[in-house]
């Protein structure tokens, strides 16, 4: 899949731009608070529906202005035309010039990957945040996965609350446990296979990356692994913690407890890994995702990658544009064009970005 063109009208600091994309890999040069970043959120609204870096979205309409437009046209099998307004009362998405009413079906037409500096916190940050890595990537593959975490935490709020009622409802309380069973099987089933697709892709990409022998692994630390007696034991464990959940008025084990750990060479990454070493196990991951995003979907998504080559030495930054697919369409930003200068001789554009103004550099 691939942007051919993308305009912005009214979008942080864009009033009106239209890009052009025609090579396999663009390169974003531009100094601090130019619009690099606002560019690609703007690929990441077309692609999700959201902003990866606010919840109010209403600060993305340019100062001054009532609404913003993104607007795409993709090549892929089937050409799309994608669009995003925001505005005073929300937010509007088109797909083919057509309201779409159900955001999911909007979400993941452009599959788009994103590496951003914030994707560093995954290895400090609290279990929470790498669940919501699973769901957020999950989701946009697999809409079962989507379907059975929500009901999974409807069951779980249900659950809670009935823990809390003054008189507990036994009764209530063991249909919702059975249902939550059920449901978390599918979610533990999926969480599993997504970590093993990742585990296939990751060591290869990192030591390409990083031009190591290093060995990267992703352990799913999951409630109960995936096998045919998963629902066994969940019903177990919930029947080991009658007494507990009881007294805390919650749920104490589940799904909503998952957590991930990385591994570098036997090592948990946030006690071992350097931070470029930090930084190129995010960016491997998220060229394994790409691959896995293709094996699913059979299509490739497009990469974004944030300023990627800070704290990366010059020869992995080569090892980074060897590694990356020609032919995945792929966006990096940069504020120092001497981070790309082994690259220009190659199939590379590279766009300035001056104060929301994007133009095409002159190929040297
Ligand atoms: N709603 C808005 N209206 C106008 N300008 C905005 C709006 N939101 C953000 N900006 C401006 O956009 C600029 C930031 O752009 P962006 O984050 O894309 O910078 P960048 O080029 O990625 O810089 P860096 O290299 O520092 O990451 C800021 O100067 C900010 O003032
Ligand atoms: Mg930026």
């Known amino acids: 899949m691939r942007i051919t063109r993308l ?39 077309l692609s999700t529906g959201r902003s990866h870096r606010v919840s109010d979205e209403q600060h993305c309409i340019r100062q001054g202005q009532t609404s913003a437009i993104i607007q795409a046209h993709t090549e892929n099998a089937s050409p799309l035309d994608l669009k995003v307004v ?55 593959i697999n809409p079962v996965y989507v379907d059975a975490l929500s009901k999974a935490n409807r069951f779980l709020k249900d659950r809670n609350a009935s823990l809390k009622a ?26 599993s296979a997504f970590t093993q697709r990742l585990n296939a892709h990751l060591t290869s990409y990192y030591q390409a990356l990083a031009l190591s022998e290093s060995v990267i692994g992703i352990t799913y630390n999951g409630v109960t692994n995936f096998d045919p007696q998963t629902a066994d034991r969940l019903r177990e464990l919930y029947r080991k913690n009658r007494d507990r959940d009881r007294f805390l008025k919650s749920t104490s084990v589940g799904i909503h407890r998952d957590d991930l750990t990385f591994i570098l060479d036997g090592h948990p990454v946030d006690e071992w890994a350097s931070q470029g070493q930090r930084r190129l196990i995010v960016i491997a991951l998220k060229c394994a995702l790409v691959a896995v995003i293709e094996e699913i979907t059979g299509e490739k998504p497009i990469l974004l990658l944030d300023d990627v080559f800070s704290e990366l030495d010059a020869s992995r930054r080569k090892a980074l544009f060897t590694t990356l697919h020609r032919n995945t369409q792929t966006l990096i930003s940069t504020t ?9 001789h190659d199939s590379v554009t590279v766009y300035t970005v001056t104060d929301g103004h994007v133009e095409e550099r002159n190929r040297l």
């Open 7 to 45: 305009s912005l009208h009214g979008f942080r600091n864009y009033a009106d731009a239209t890009i052009v994309f025609s090579d396999s890999i663009s390169v974003l040069v531009g100094d601090n608070a130019q619009g690099k970043t606002n560019l690609l959120e703007a690929v990441v609204f």
């Open 166 to 191: 003054p008189v507990v409802d036994e009764v209530m309380v063991e249909v919702l446990t059975e249902r939550l069973v059920e449901v978390s099987v599918d979610v533990i089933r999926l969480r």
């Open 86 to 140: 925001l505005h005073d009362q929300g937010k509007s998405l088109f797909l083919q010039n057509q309201l779409v009413r159900k955001s999911s079906d909007f979400i993941g037409k452009l599959n788009a990957v994103l590496f951003s500096p914030g994707d560093l916190e995954l290895f400090e940050a609290s279990p929470r945040s790498r669940r919501r890595f699973l769901d957020t990537e999950i989701g946009k």
């Open 336 to 344: 120092d064009l001497h981070h790309v200068s082994d690259w220009l």
